[in-house]
């Protein structure tokens, strides 16, 4: 059995269900997909917070190889902010993944863009004292996550004390390539697009990502080499992403994530056997797959997107009942849940032959998610 822990452990037990590895899930929802997808599940950390909790992650883990014959665990989105719990969780249990040290690295602005730098690989300007002309700069945080530490700098009243750093915007389509590494090579598993906009006051929240999207030859060589270069540098394992806008031929390096990423719920049947499985050899065997087929061969075109409450919400069994029948929603609430404005309700998917469409669908059916609820939220009120 192997261990899949982050915020939401969902795509991966999915894709290992997929596989036939049994899973035990770890994360913060224990939705109903994650549920029927994994061997079994225990939470890690407290929802409404969005953090995951070192003795929750820590106990599971000795739980899970003593009881459950544990092989390994592969950590997802939720620990950018702490390298130190991967290290702490490599400890209880056998990681399968990039170590902590690769996630400070990666993580840590002063390395990450100055290394950028070294290898010729374009990024925006980023510095780390405040410039004296605000407008056109975003301030974001190293340890942050899903773009909801991501403001413009001029509007940011109280600096206060974080990991802050400052980057200048750059023009371009927000964009990302999912790939699996064995520390060496590289492989790309696809080029997506990213659906960023306003969540509440927050302005550039991630809300989904289509894919696989086709680049210019040019352009997607240049990201290739850019990899390939960056696999090198940093050591990476298994699957990774990385961030970056797309301006015509020419792209700006935002940042990687050294784990697996939400993206892969498009891609899971780009190579045999699923990506977790993938994951688990690059790791493991340092041995890359071969893809089902080449990014630029694969007809159909998926989509995902979180679906964020507006207001407060309450979900009763009807409504969730509702949400099920839809087949296009996932991460739907294991029993009945009150939600706050600006929390997830659910994910929404759709698939069609191009991009546009895919986006166009996603949006119809994230309304459809919204008024529904609404209306069920009110008449549980009357």
């Not at 997808?37 to 992650?57: C, F, K, T, V, Y």
Request: charged residues 20%; neutral net charge.
């Amino acid at each position: 059995m192997i261990a899949v822990a982050g915020l939401s452990a969902r795509l991966l037990a999915e894709s290992g269900r997929g596989a036939g590895i049994p899973v035990l899930a770890l994360d913060l929802f224990g939705d109903r997909d994650t549920l029927r997808a994994s061997r079994r599940w225990q939470g890690i950390g407290d929802a409404a917070g969005m953090r995951i909790s070192p003795q929750a992650l820590v106990a599971a883990l000795k739980a899970g190889r003593r009881d459950g014959g544990l092989a390994g665990w592969v950590p997802g989105g939720g620990f950018e902010a702490e390298p130190a719990l991967i290290e702490r969780g490599a400890a209880a249990a056998t990681l399968i993944g990039n170590p902590g040290w690769v996630w400070r690295r990666v993580k840590t602005p002063s390395i990450f863009f100055v290394r950028l730098s070294a290898l010729g690989i374009p990024h925006p300007e980023t510095r780390a004292d405040r410039p004296p002309e605000t407008a056109g700069w975003l301030r974001k945080c190293a340890s942050g996550t899903g773009g909801w530490h991501v403001q413009p700098l001029d509007a940011v009243v109280d600096a206060g004390a974080c990991d802050c750093f400052h980057q200048r915007v750059v023009p371009g389509v927000p964009m990302s390539a999912l790939f699996l590494a064995n520390g060496s090579e590289v492989r790309i598993v696809g080029f997506n697009r990213q659906l960023v906009g306003p969540c509440g006051d927050r302005p550039f929240v991630y809300r989904g990502v289509i894919g696989p999207v086709a680049l210019p030859a040019r352009l997607a060589a240049r990201i290739g080499d850019a990899l390939r270069a960056l696999v090198g540098e940093f050591g990476l394992v298994g699957l990774n992403s990385l961030d970056f806008m797309a301006n015509g031929d020419d792209f700006s390096v935002l940042e990687i994530n050294p784990r697996p990423s939400a993206s892969m719920a498009l891609h899971d049947d780009a190579v045999p056997g699923g990506l977790l499985q993938a994951h688990v050899e690059a790791c493991r065997a340092r041995r890359l797959p071969p893809l089902a087929l080449a990014p630029r061969d694969r007809t159909a075109i998926r989509g995902c997107e979180t679906v964020f409450a507006q207001r407060a919400l309450t979900l009763d069994e009807p409504a969730i009942v509702w949400l099920e029948r839809r087949g296009w929603c996932h991460d739907i609430p294991a029993g009945a849940a009150t939600l706050l404005p600006d929390q997830p309700i659910c994910t929404v998917s759709a698939d069609a032959p191009d991009a546009d469409t895919v986006a166009g669908l996603l949006a119809i059916r994230r309304d459809a998610v919204l008024k529904t609820l609404n209306n069920f939220s009110e008449h549980s009120h009357v």
